[in-house]
């Protein structure tokens, strides 16, 4: 029987990689994903927790959480496609009209 | 010793693909290693016996997401990303960010206790099936975040419309 904690390692790995991902890189299509990638993290946690306390809610959240992840993908992909129609970039620091 | 074997497959599987996925400087790339990294995601969740969730998973995200992140690489039509530079000026602060994130956690882990068990223990989903065990809790319990959700949905269909329209941004 694998422990508990060996997922929550694992999430709490996947996690970090999200946000270095996320921090790191220039391109807001990969930042987008990096999101994904935390949110998907999570969902193993959530899973791995449901299975092992032997209760059904955590896996009612992960339903929830892809619904999220759902709806944020659209809306940044949208903002993405819309801000490509401006600006014609998709790097983050091409992007310094709100700098003071 | 077999289980251990499974899990340690999909750890280092994942977490290598993580890593991919993360420093390839073609997003398309991104996105094709991340369709495998989904499918062992999937994986992961029938080895702790959630078939829905695992379902849902390809169908959601290796079928939906994934193909919505597909078309709008194709939409923007990026040429010169495969020359730009990769990471920000700072990339090692960010790294270090994300390293301090896991040495928290791992600090943390040896004193986790695990709480008592609910009632769902695996004979009980099993006798009733793991989506119908789901779906009670789900139409019974969680039927107001259930109608949130939707309303969620909802609007980000009237956003994603209302953002990608031609000449709404003059």
Not at chain 2, 104 to 121: I, R, W, Y
Request: charged share 10%; glycine share 6%.
């Amino acid at each position: 029987m694998v422990p508990l904690n060996w997922y929550i390692g694992l999430s709490a790995v996947i996690f970090s990689l999200g946000i270095i991902g996320f921090l790191i890189r220039r391109n807001i299509l990969i930042m987008l994903m990096s999101v994904e990638l935390m949110l998907n993290a999570v969902n193993i946690c959530l899973v791995a927790c449901s299975h092992y306390l032997q209760d059904l809610r955590g896996q009612v959240l992960v339903v929830f959480i892809i619904t999220v992840a759902a709806a944020e993908a659209a809306i940044g992909l949208a903002i993405l496609v819309s801000l490509f129609r401006n600006k014609a970039t998709v790097h983050t620091d091409a992007l310094t009209e709100m700098k003071g | 010793m077999l289980s251990k074997l499974f899990f340690g497959y999909f750890a280092v599987v994942l977490v290598t693909l993580s890593i991919v996925i993360i420093t390839r400087k073609n997003p398309v790339h991104s996105v094709l290693w991340m369709l495998v990294m989904f499918f062992h995601i999937a994986g992961l969740y029938l080895f702790l016996n959630a078939e829905f969730l695992a379902a849902v998973q390809l169908i959601l995200y290796a079928g939906a997401i994934l193909v919505l992140f597909l078309f709008v690489i194709m939409m923007l039509n990026i040429k010169e990303e495969v020359t730009a530079k990769r990471f920000i000026g700072c990339w090692p602060a960010g790294a270090a960010l994300g390293v301090l994130f896991v040495v928290m956690v791992a600090s943390t882990l040896p004193v986790f206790q695990q709480g008592p068990p609910g009632p769902f223990s695996i004979e009980a989903i099993k006798s009733a099936t793991h989506a119908k065990a789901l779906g009670t809790l789900l139409y019974a319990e969680y039927l107001f975040p259930f109608e949130i959700a939707s309303l969620i949905l909802l609007i980000a269909i009237v956003g994603a419309v209302v953002l990608a329209k031609k000449g709404s941004n003059e």
